[in-house]
């Protein structure tokens, strides 16, 4: 079975850093596209970035582009979400999730708050 | 990118069907056949349900269905059982990007 496991969630405050990590289990990371996707409290899913199977190309939604960064690990197969520059709006939690046309494996999610 | 619209509720008796709609633009769900269907229940990850416009992961149930036409994809929960009950989400691929819609909370009644 597929199973995918987040981690690096907590509180941060505005204008600081996370990373967040995720490693999978049934599958390798390294050699999937992958996705971030985030969920407001009470709110719905948005889409938030992007990395391809080569780790060649990223994508990032207009709301987090220049202050998150996605990339892979190879040596330990897991994959990241640097949070920069963190606003209140980036209170989420954020979930990986496999795939490029339809994401389907999902983690369980890790919650982010930002706040002072 | 914006959201692609779907009613916020939509609410049937058990044994009955209820379709929920999402609609979006050409560049999205007009504009390729990649849109996908999530369920959600409380406090849970999401769940893909469909594929590819009509397509079940393996394990889904045939009770559930969707179908596009134009800018406007559709979902059928037929046969409505207590735990269908939960919210949904429409989902597309945009040229790399995906956009997800607003999300519709089906009540089973």
């Known amino acids: 079975e597929e199973q995918i496991l987040e981690s690096g969630g907590g509180l941060a405050q505005p204008g600081g850093s996370l990373r967040l990590t995720c490693v999978a289990s049934g599958f390798n990371v390294i050699k999937s596209d992958m996705r971030w996707v985030r969920q407001a409290p009470g709110k719905g899913l948005e889409w938030v970035s992007l990395i391809n199977v080569a780790a060649t190309s990223t994508y990032y939604a207009d709301s987090v582009r220049g202050r998150f960064t996605i990339s892979k690990d190879t040596s330990s197969g897991a994959l990241s979400l640097d949070l920069n520059s963190l606003k209140a709006e980036d209170t989420a939690v954020y979930y990986c999730a496999k795939g490029w046309y339809h994401l389907d494996v999902w983690g369980k999610g890790t919650a982010v708050t930002v706040s002072s | ?109």
């Open chain 2, 1 to 109: 990118q914006s959201a692609l619209t779907q009613p916020p509720s939509a609410s049937g008796s058990p044994g009955q069907s209820v379709t929920i709609s999402c609609t979006g633009t050409s560049s999205d769900v007009g504009g390729y056949n990649y849109v996908s269907w999530y369920q959600q229940h409380p406090g849970k990850a999401p769940k893909l349900i469909i594929y590819e416009v009509t397509k079940r992961p393996s394990g889904v149930p045939a009770r559930f269905s969707g179908s596009k036409s134009g800018n406007t994809a559709s979902l059928t929960v037929s046969r409505l059982q207590t735990d269908d009950e939960a919210d949904y989400y429409c989902g597309s691929y945009a040229n790399s990007n995906y956009v997800f819609g607003t999300g519709t909370k089906i009540i089973v009644l």
